[in-house]
């Protein structure tokens, strides 16, 4: 079983920046594919980014792209998000995601993901 730890979340004014962490523990690998996803009051919840097993693949969701960097330290298990340039409607929980051991490709939608934090919330003001 993994467990999925986020941190990092908190209130920013527009334009700021903050920079969530995930980290692993449990039974742990290194190498497989991790996302964030985010969920907005009355919304589903939506793809954000998401790195591949080695960090060498990332891919975004078009409303953050430029904005928001997908990174991972493998020895740490720990998958971060650095914001920048937020804007009110960045406002949400944002939730780490993980596939399972083995599976290191990039995947964008909640469904093919195993593992779940349990959140952090982002308040972004104008």
């Known amino acids: 079983q993994v467990q999925l730890v986020e941190s990092g979340g908190g209130l920013a004014q527009a334009g700021g920046s903050l920079r969530l962490s995930c980290a692993a523990s449990?039974?742990?690998?290194?190498?497989?594919?991790r996302g964030w996803f985010r969920q907005a009051p009355g919304k589903e919840r939506e793809f954000v980014a998401a790195i591949s097993g080695s960090g060498g693949s990332t891919y975004y969701a078009d409303s953050v792209k430029g904005r928001f960097t997908i990174s991972r330290d493998n020895a740490k298990n720990t998958v971060y998000l650095q914001m920048h340039s937020l804007k009110p409607e960045d406002t949400a929980v944002y939730y780490c995601?993980?596939?399972?051991?083995?599976?290191?490709?990039?995947?964008?939608?909640?469904?093919?993901?195993?593992?779940w934090g349990q959140g952090t919330q982002v308040t972004v003001s104008s």
């Open positions: 449990g039974r742990t690998f290194s190498f497989y594919a």
């Open positions: 995601a993980a596939r399972n051991p083995g599976q290191t490709t990039v995947v964008l939608t909640t469904q093919l993901y195993n593992y």
